[in-house]
């Protein structure tokens, strides 16, 4: 494996920038190229086999760029094609999904804690995230919400304003996340809101923390690169390429939300 080589970011869309923002911050040298199925979005609603499907074609992109590691930035897709998508590139990249490290750090950090977890309804429904954390941490309870008008409301620039905070409100206030000690933001657009989240806590004098996990999977990152001696060398400018599967110029001035500078989006479709 060449240590210079570009490590891919996939997401369904252009949340994934989220994750992708993190990892500049954290290793600024390292090359990368995303992904973002934008033909195929939302995920969240799809059936596992399809996103089974987009995730091996945009896998196929992603290695014809010789990735190193493949970062599956999207928790519907890390949900329903994780494994798949670890036996299919086998050792021709390492995949990393959103998931494992959050339940690494859940079992570090929260012990005999209740966990909540908002995501997509492909994200909650499958209950991958609890599953996994009873495994490594039986005593951690995980309190799961389908939120699916969160994406869409992110989507079309609704935050920060009065109809996210009542939306917010509405899912933050049901009765399976009460009692929670923490809540996990269980889908890479959701950094968009974490400020949000903290504020319907504080004012209604509850501590419970928000976790974005996108630090967190980008230090998992770099902790496979340093141990595997794949952390690259090169003090060149590094690559930033950013693909989509269908180009549109809101997705492209959307970038600027997500990854906090305007970058150019390629078309590259998945089937022509
Ligand atoms: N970014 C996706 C995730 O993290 C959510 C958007 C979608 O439904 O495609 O689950």
Same mark, same amino acid.
């Given at each position: 494996?060449?240590?210079?080589?570009?490590?891919?970011?996939?997401?369904?869309?252009?949340?994934?920038?989220?994750?992708?923002?993190?990892?500049?911050?954290?290793?600024?040298?390292?090359?990368?190229?995303?992904?973002?199925?934008?033909?195929?979005? &939302?995920?969240?609603?799809?059936?596992?086999?399809?996103?089974?499907?987009?995730?091996?074609?945009?896998? /196929?992109?992603?290695?014809?760029?010789?990735?190193?590691?493949?970062?599956?930035? =999207?928790?519907?897709?890390?949900?329903?094609?994780?494994?798949?998508?670890?036996?299919?590139?086998?050792?021709?990249?390492?995949?990393?999904?959103?998931?494992? &490290?959050?339940?690494?750090?859940?079992?570090?950090?929260?012990?005999?804690?209740?966990?909540?977890?908002?995501?997509?309804?492909?994200?909650?429904?499958?209950?991958?995230?609890?599953?996994?954390?009873?495994?490594?941490?039986?005593?951690?309870?995980?309190? +799961?919400?389908?939120?699916?008008?969160?994406?869409?409301?992110?989507?079309?620039?609704?935050?920060?304003?009065?109809?996210?905070? +009542?939306?917010?409100?509405?899912?933050?206030?049901?009765?399976?996340?009460?009692?929670? /000690?923490?809540?996990?933001?269980? =889908?890479?657009?959701?950094?968009?809101?974490?400020?949000?989240?903290?504020?319907?806590?504080?004012?209604?004098?509850?501590?419970?923390?928000?976790?974005?996990?996108?630090?967190?999977?980008?230090?998992?990152?770099?902790?496979?690169?340093?141990?595997?001696?794949?952390?690259?060398?090169?003090?060149?400018?590094?690559?930033?390429?950013?693909?989509?599967? /269908?180009?549109?110029? +809101?997705?492209?001035?959307?970038?600027?939300?997500?990854?906090?500078?305007?970058?150019?989006?390629?078309?590259?479709?998945?089937?022509?």
């Amino acid at each position: 494996m060449d240590a210079s080589a570009p490590i891919g970011i996939f997401d369904s869309g252009i949340g994934g920038l989220t994750f992708a923002n993190a990892l500049q911050q954290l290793l600024p040298q390292e090359s990368f190229i995303y992904f973002g199925d934008t033909a195929h979005l &939302p995920y969240g609603e799809k059936s596992t086999a399809a996103i089974q499907a987009y995730t091996i074609k945009t896998i /196929d992109v992603l290695l014809k760029y010789r990735c190193k590691a493949i970062v599956i930035a =999207c928790y519907s897709a890390s949900t329903a094609a994780y494994e798949l998508a670890t036996e299919y590139t086998a050792s021709r990249a390492k995949v990393i999904s959103m998931i494992e &490290p959050v339940v690494d750090y859940l079992a570090t950090h929260y012990a005999h804690k209740n966990v909540g977890l908002i995501g997509t309804k492909q994200t909650v429904s499958k209950g991958i995230l609890a599953n996994k954390v009873h495994q490594v941490q039986r005593d951690i309870v995980v309190k +799961s919400l389908a939120t699916p008008l969160l994406v869409t409301m992110i989507e079309e620039g609704f935050f920060n304003n009065s109809i996210s905070h +009542s939306i917010i409100e509405q899912y933050l206030q049901q009765p399976i996340l009460q009692e929670i /000690d923490a809540l996990v933001l269980g =889908c890479t657009h959701f950094p968009l809101i974490k400020q949000e989240i903290d504020l319907f806590y504080q004012q209604h004098s509850r501590s419970v923390t928000t976790i974005d996990a996108s630090m967190i999977v980008a230090e998992y990152l770099k902790d496979y690169l340093e141990q595997h001696h794949l952390l690259t060398l090169s003090t060149e400018k590094p690559l930033r390429k950013f693909l989509v599967s /269908d180009y549109t110029q +809101s997705f492209e001035a959307s970038t600027t939300i997500f990854f906090g500078e305007q970058v150019q989006l390629e078309q590259y479709r998945l089937w022509e």
